[in-house]
């Protein structure tokens, strides 16, 4: 296997009222959503990275029927790149792999493929839209150690220009659409 889709879903969500990986969006919680486009996409093997209220979210992914791994990730309370680092010493043999996150269930699988067929031009291939960067990243195994440096509630963003990256185009909008108040989550 050459590529390993990771969907990061260990946040306490603190900027919502409630807990918005489980927040009702047009009739599925949210992560289902995320993890949902990520697995159709079919790049590879999906792993969600869970922590807070990680047993109501393996509940509704798997209630999805969806096909994925688990990875608990004790650490969530200290931010984003503890889940990135979970997952990446857990499955550290994969070629490359696709970054996304739990609270951005707009993602056309589509862009999974692009980032996909785009994975290995650069240490880090990010999408755009109109021209401003989003979500999910793809990164590359030679950046793996400077990946598991990163520290606090920032994921690949704050690698991105101190390696090899490149943005692509994409006609996704969903790249920018992240879940962080009850008004997002309107249908």
């Known amino acids: 296997m050459e590529v390993a889709v990771v969907v990061l879903a260990a946040g306490e969500s603190k900027r919502f009222d409630g807990f918005k990986l489980l927040a009702d ?18 790049a ?5 990275v869970v922590g807070h209220r990680a047993e109501e979210i393996r509940s509704a992914v798997r209630g999805a029927g969806l096909d994925v791994t688990f990875v608990y990730n004790p650490w969530y309370r200290l931010g984003l790149s503890t889940s990135l680092k979970a997952a990446l010493t857990v499955a550290p043999f994969f070629k490359e792999y696709i970054i996304a996150l739990g609270d951005m269930p707009l993602v056309r699988p589509g862009t999974y493929r692009k980032l996909l067929a785009h ?14 960067r989003g979500n999910p990243v793809a990164i590359s195994r030679r950046v793996l150690p400077r990946a598991l440096e990163i520290e606090g509630d920032v994921g690949v963003r704050a690698i991105i220009d101190e390696v090899y990256s490149i943005g692509i185009e994409v006609e996704d909008p969903g790249v920018l659409i992240d879940v962080d108040r009850r008004g ?4």
Do not use: N, W
């Open 25 to 42: 969006y047009c009739g599925e919680p949210v992560v289902v959503r995320a993890v949902k486009s990520a697995a159709a996409a079919g």
């Open 184 to 187: 997002d989550v309107a249908c």
């Open 44 to 48: 590879g093997p999906v792993y969600v």
């Open 119 to 132: 994975a290995g031009a650069a240490d880090v291939v990010y999408p755009t839209f109109r021209g401003v």
